[in-house]
């Protein structure tokens, strides 16, 4: 991948600037080097919305506004994008992208569909730019340090995984677009995306099967959009097994907003245990040998966050590090397969709880991918 001269501005454009896109826009603007040149939204409020931030920051004068996608990918006033559009967009724009030489940074989910994620990674086999998916949670910092700590051996070799994550009901997005599984790939792919990624990080192993039960009890259901009810999840357990022999398991409820931590993760190995929480970003660690109670705790922060947005100041590491890889031409820290990965096991959750029983990641995925260290 051709590098960048480190003193060449980046110039980003947003495909989307809902809420994720005004997130993006907040996070590019205290990114040194980098600069918004362009948006492009179908929706007007949300161009008006991005307008507002741009112009509060006094860095509007020079951005470009369009309707449609295709028009900013014309325009060649861009060297990097994000994508920030509805989910079950995200295939389409990528096909539009791939062709072209732009940086892409796409939003999680990759795509709604195992199927989609393969195309998109079929049409990018050759392609020389970059494409990296946000799944921001890694940046994090006090998650980042608990994967720090265990690729050091804190922990011995990781044997259980849990993360918690007990918050409130999905958010109002443009057209309530997001409270149907087919438009966000389903709940446990729509968000939880995020938490299979870091499963898949922490353990470095390939999944081999899922098992999940998860229901819609509480949230949206007296809502109507042209006389349908909601159909997306609002709790599950899932359970993920590892080639290696750990296993991993997610806890996820969305109305559990009387909650200390909306966040928790817990590795334990032969030698210790690591716990980090969220919001509060505190790290507790400790080890077998030194007795029943017997931790450390310790706030975690990133010096170089210069904007904490929705995420901890996650989004904005990530795109330093974006930003990094297109100056240096290195790969992507977050690839295709990543996304590719946390899609499949969100599916695989979803058809197990649709046909109760485990479900094998070969049965979604192709043999060379599937099978364990596959890529």
Known sequence: MTAVSDTTEIRYGIIGSGMMGVEHISNILHVPGAVITAVADPHQGSRDWASAVLGAAGAADDVVMFEHHQDLIAAGVCDAVVVASPNMTHVDVLHDLVPTDLHVLVEKPLCTTV????????????????VWVGLE?????????????????EVGTPRMLAIREHRFPFLRKVGDWNRFNRNTGGTLVEKCCHFFDLMNLIINDRPVSVVASGSQDVNHLDESYDGETPDIL????????????ARAMLDLCMFAEASRHAEEISVVGEIGKLEAFLP?????????????????SQIIEDPAVAYQGFHHGSSFLE?????????TGAAPEVGLLDGLWSVAMGAAAHRSIDEGRSVRLDELLPPHLAAPGGH
């Open 115 to 130: 199927s989609d994620c393969l195309d998109v990674l079929e049409a990018a086999r050759d392609r020389e730019a970059l």
């Open 280 to 296: 509060s970003q505190e790290l507790v660690s400790g080890r077998r040998a030194d007795g029943i109670g017997a931790v450390s």
């Open 137 to 153: 949670y890694r940046y994090m910092p006090p998650v980042a340090r608990l994967v720090q700590a265990v690729r050091a051996g």
């Open 234 to 245: 609002d709790n599950a357990f899932v359970i993920v097994e590892y080639a290696g022999g």
């Open 319 to 327: 795109h330093l590090d974006f930003v990094t890889a297109i100056r």
